[in-house]
């Protein structure tokens, strides 16, 4: 099973700490960096050129200044093999589609769906082929 690089944008400290830990405890996942506003995300994500400087971004909606929307579209128009995951708690199903439409392929409620998260990503990190990741059926 591969090892997934991943950024983290949360804006609240206790639960961006919270969620590292989890993710490194409980899956195949290193996180590389995090952010806390939109901004930053985006020049994060844009520091490597052509190549992904990670496997694996993880996106809330609300940020202390833009949104995880914005992070989303600027990933999406970079068009990089990498894997953008939604934990927010306004996970309704308008807010769903609407990331979806901007290059999620997962979103998932921060209140009752971080089990979900860790077994996606562990179902990603097993996929993973030849430094390209193959996300579960």
């Not at 983290?8 to 490194?24: G, Q």
């Not at 806390?36 to 971004?57: K, N, T």
């Not at 992070?71 to 996970?91: C, E, K, W």
């Amino acid at each position: 099973m591969s090892t997934l690089k991943a950024f983290v944008v949360e804006d609240n400290a206790v639960i961006r700490e919270s969620l590292i830990a989890a993710l490194e405890e409980l899956a195949p996942v290193e996180v590389i960096g995090t952010a806390e506003d939109e901004r930053s995300a985006v020049e994060w994500l844009g520091q490597c050129g052509d190549a992904p400087l990670c496997d694996l971004v993880i996106v809330d909606i609300f940020l202390k200044a833009g949104s995880g929307l914005g992070v989303l579209r600027a990933a999406r128009d970079r068009h990089r093999p990498m894997t953008m995951l939604v934990l927010s708690n306004y996970a309704t199903s308008d807010m769903q589609r609407r990331c979806l439409a901007l290059g999620a392929s997962r979103v998932f409620d921060k209140s009752s769906e971080l089990d979900e998260l860790i077994g996606y990503c562990e179902q990603l990190a097993g996929n993973a082929r030849d430094g390209h990741l193959v996300g579960p059926a």
